[in-house]
């Protein structure tokens, strides 16, 4: 794990930070702790079994540890916790401890030894301090005591009691609610974090789904299932995804043990976890580790509870209602969960050495939002960070020659897609979209072939501006990732799909009018621009980079690399990196990052480079910033230097996190906390950067104005920086960032040149998973 005290600095902060925006007053899910006794210490202890038992027997273990505790009471450790195959202890017993334990006909002995002691002042910021992990383990052991279980890897813990409280009978469905915490250490001081947590189950097991799936196609079931997440309420209580059914396995299949032993799947579960399989011959389901690609794990469906919504539930608008009124929380709803188990926990924690303190409260400051510029018009958007475009767009566009291809069985498609025409040339001459009748290409079946070769007859060796296609929702499937190949590889042009549901919308001339923005900014046209905040150079070079990863069906991970060619940001660079099934990191940054800057060059009249750059890194976690660093950032950095000996730009990278816990709340009534009624979501533009940011250099921003639910920031961490700016210059650079991507007129979460690098790389992994045309590097094909 990279060190903190290893990443930048906070830069200082400047008078005109007052100018640009407010001060607000928050609250967080954050609760800061302290020790009631300081000098008490933390020892850790392995443990080891004879004879072994399977790694992921918690429970089995827990119960060991539980028979044989008299044993270490009585050789002087009072007192302890068992976290995974270590156990932590306030006492130090440096003595080789042993005991025994009788469990189900078997006698286990129990060895004991000390290894390493801590004391509190070992407490960092580094995730992976021991002191760290084992006031989360006071914190589990609390929940527990409170009579709550633990699903899953990543410390959500849910009530048995009430698992049949929130049912939704009439979809077969109810959902779990719990909490979420995480021991946190900002600048020096400790909080643990509480969240709000839900899990939505099935009334029905994996092996119930299967038979009421009413076919004996393998293929059918495997279509269905693959992708799903299952509860196995055993030995971990984890949830699986379903990476693939083996329909030639059962539970009657033997396996090896780690020991070298052959073991049936019946045997195995009634030997650790007393599981009578009743079901020999179904098939069994496959999990591979995300983490471990070679780890692979045999599920039994009948021990296993379906989790998550179908299809067709998420698709049922009734159904979603009926499950976002115990999923999605107001702030104010969320907030009294969190603080009615934050009372409970506190008592727990009191006995644990732990005080925990209801102080709430953080600073932010609300940035103001960027005008944005029409054609004719600028604006000033509200709270909201949303915008209409009802005037002309910034860069109007003549779109004269491109051709409408679908299946034709008759009049009323013709008549369907004429209508289509229509409704974009009259709602694009709204806004400055000039749009000539296309050619037609009309087909006679949806076969993709016969569609590739009509296409290839009918271009010859003059493609069009653009092809746009018309498809029926069923049939996407088969022709979607042919035709973005067929344009974006072989042809070199954009492609514009349109689905039949457009002619069931309620407000078609809406959805044309963005059907035909989309399709005038795929053609190079931007719809508005963004002024550059005050102290950002003329010449910077902002880059994205996500990864898409689509690890069940065993296709290779892609990155999308996105470059701004100017600091109007109004042209690109895009380039889709192909990379094995699961990478995280590049080893190809370093020379497409040449490319991008070679592409600067060319696109401002070969008259000089960026003197900045900025590169927004998401797709990666806190626990690889250190190979981050060594690999990516290292490559670019080196990268830099071979352009020429005398060219050092600013540079600074930025890594993204959005799947945050983390949680603010705007109070709204002269801040006076204690009326909790006037919570409500911070408007677009909030960001946070004290209390419980690092030492180093980090912020929160909510871009975003959420209505429905409860907001979640972003979270940005500078990994990099050699620059000149001041603090509030990188905030209001990925603020403003936010509101410059033109499929949405309004902020999104993230800065656009990283939404947009993963829509190239979720387009390019989903489909293809190949390069696009060079004539596209500069266009927003991915739109």
Wanted: hydrophobic content about 35%; overall charge positive; charged content about 25%.
């Amino acid at each position: 794990m990279q060190k903190i005290s290893d990443l930048p600095k906070r830069p200082g902060r400047s008078q005109r930070l007052e100018q640009i925006s407010r001060r607000i007053n928050l609250i967080s899910n954050h609760f800061p702790m302290k020790f009631i006794e300081q000098n008490q210490a933390i020892n850790i202890y392995s443990v080891d079994l004879d004879p072994v038992i399977a790694d992921d027997a918690r429970k089995l273990r827990e119960e060991i540890i539980k028979l044989a505790r008299k044993d270490f009471e009585a050789q002087g450790l009072k007192e302890f916790t068992l976290r995974g195959q270590n156990i932590w202890s306030s006492y130090n017993i440096q003595d080789r401890l042993i005991g025994k334990a009788q469990f189900q006909q078997q006698e286990y002995i129990v060895i004991v030894q000390h290894k390493k002691e801590y004391t509190l002042q070992d407490l960092s910021e580094t995730t992976t301090n021991p002191v760290t992990q084992s006031i989360n383990v006071a914190v589990k052991r609390s929940l527990k005591e409170m009579g709550m279980i633990e699903i899953g890897r990543q410390s959500k813990f849910y009530d048995p009691k009430n698992i049949e409280c929130n049912r939704i009978n009439e979809h077969g469905l109810k959902v779990w609610r719990g909490i979420k915490t995480s021991f946190q250490i900002y600048q020096g001081m400790p909080f643990l974090q509480i969240d709000f947590a839900s899990r939505v189950l099935r009334d029905q097991t994996a092996l119930e789904f299967m038979l009421n799936l009413n076919t004996r196609s393998i293929q059918d079931i495997k279509n269905e299932m693959i992708g799903l997440s299952v509860l196995a309420a055993y030995g971990n209580c984890r949830i699986y995804r379903i990476d693939e059914i083996e329909f030639s396995l059962n539970p009657t299949h033997s396996f090896q043990l780690q020991d070298g032993k052959s073991i049936t799947y019946q045997e195995y579960y009634k030997q650790r976890y007393n599981i009578q399989i009743r079901d020999l011959q179904q098939p069994l389901l496959m999990y591979k580790d995300k983490r471990n690609l070679d780890k692979i794990a045999y599920l039994v469906p009948e021990l296993l509870t379906m989790t998550g919504l179908t299809d067709r539930q998420r698709a049922d608008y009734k159904c979603m209602q009926s499950v976002a009124k115990y999923t999605k929380l107001s702030p104010q709803q969320r907030d009294d969960e969190i603080y009615r188990f934050y009372q409970d926990l506190k008592k727990n924690l009191q006995k644990k050495n732990i005080q925990l303190s209801d102080d709430q409260n953080v600073q932010g400051f609300q940035l103001q939002a960027p005008r944005i510029y029409m054609g004719n018009k600028e604006y000033q958007t509200d709270q909201s960070g949303f915008f209409m475009i009802k005037d002309p767009v910034f860069q109007g566009s003549h779109i004269q020659d491109w051709f409408m291809v679908y299946q034709s069985r008759g009049k009323n498609d013709d008549d369907d897609v004429d209508f289509i025409v229509s409704e974009l040339q009259k709602q694009g001459e709204k806004i400055g979209i000039r749009i000539e009748k296309p050619y037609f290409v009309m087909l006679k079946d949806n076969n993709i072939q016969n569609w590739l070769q009509r296409l290839n007859a009918e271009i010859g060796n003059k493609p069009p501006q653009m092809i746009v296609t018309f498809v029926n929702e069923r049939d996407k499937d088969k022709i979607y990732g042919h035709i973005k190949r067929y344009c974006f590889q072989d042809l070199g042009i954009s492609h514009q799909n349109i689905l039949s549901k457009f002619l069931r919308t309620k407000n078609p001339s809406s959805v044309a009018s963005k059907i035909a923005q989309q399709m005038s900014m795929k053609l190079g046209n931007a719809l508005w621009a963004i002024p550059k905040p005050n102290g950002v150079s003329d010449k910077t070079m902002i880059v994205g980079i996500d990864i898409y990863h689509k690890l069940l069906t065993n296709r290779k991970s892609c990155m999308g690399f996105v470059a701004y060619l100017e600091s109007e940001c109004l042209n690109t660079f895009s380039k889709p990196i192909i990379m094995r099934e699961g990478q995280e990191l590049s080893h190809e940054v370093g020379r497409v990052i040449v490319e991008a800057i070679s592409a600067y060059f060319e696109r401002n009249g070969k008259k000089y480079l960026p003197d900045t750059i900025i590169v927004f890194r998401d797709g990666v976690g806190n626990a690889q910033i250190d190979a981050l660093k060594q690999t990516e950032i290292q490559q670019m950095k080196n990268a830099i230097k071979s352009i020429n000996k005398n060219y050092n730009p600013q540079f600074a990278v930025i890594m993204i996190n959005k799947k945050i816990n983390d949680r603010f709340f705007m109070i709204n009534n002269g801040g006076q906390q204690q009326m909790k009624s006037q919570l409500s979501n911070p408007p677009s533009g909030t960001v946070i950067g004290d209390k419980i940011t690092s030492s180093n250099f980090d912020y929160f921003i909510t871009a975003q104005y959420v209505t429905q639910g409860t907001c979640t920031p972003t979270h940005y961490r500078v990994l990099e920086n050699n620059t000149n700016w001041s603090e509030e210059l990188f905030w209001q650079l990925t603020y403003y960032q936010c509101f410059n991507y033109q499929n949405w007129s309004g902020a999104v979460r993230v800065p656009a040149c990283v939404q947009y690098a993963h829509k190239l790389a979720y387009l390019i992994g989903d489909t293809y998973q190949g390069n696009i045309h060079k004539r596209l590097a500069h266009l927003q094909c991915c739109l």
